[in-house]
């Protein structure tokens, strides 16, 4: 088992940047692939992005490709969110997952934290 907890989240304005750091406690962080997911009001939890367990590889969601770039410091047992060029569309409650499966389907990942709010103004 593994417990997460996201943070870094705030109000930008639109263009502005914000980095989110996901601290995981437990066994075996460094082991397992892990997410990002973020869930607006009325709608469905996202995928945002993923990362493996070696930090060298990265997948993104179209709607953030180029903006948003994922990392992890295994040492420090944090994953990161670093968010560029924030959009309002960009306003969700982010979380970090363990991923389980072998899609980047919400269904695939569990150990979900709490969540960070941001919010972009526009």
């Known amino acids: 088992q593994v417990q997460l907890v996201e943070s870094g989240g705030g109000l930008v304005q639109a263009g502005g940047s914000l980095r989110l750091s996901c601290a995981a406690s437990g066994r075996s962080f460094s082991s397992y692939v892990m997410g990002w997911f973020r869930q607006a009001p009325g709608k469905e939890r996202e995928f945002v992005g993923v990362?493996?367990?070696?930090?060298?590889?990265?997948n993104y969601a179209d709607s953030v490709k180029g903006r948003f770039t994922i990392s992890r410091d295994n040492a420090k047992k944090t994953v990161y969110l670093q968010m560029n060029s924030l959009k309002p569309e960009d306003t969700a409650v982010y979380y970090c997952a363990v991923r389980r499966g072998s899609t980047y389907s919400s269904r695939d990942f569990d150990s979900w934290g709490p969540g960070t709010q941001v919010t972009v103004s526009s």
């Open positions: 990362i493996n367990w070696t930090g060298d590889r990265s």
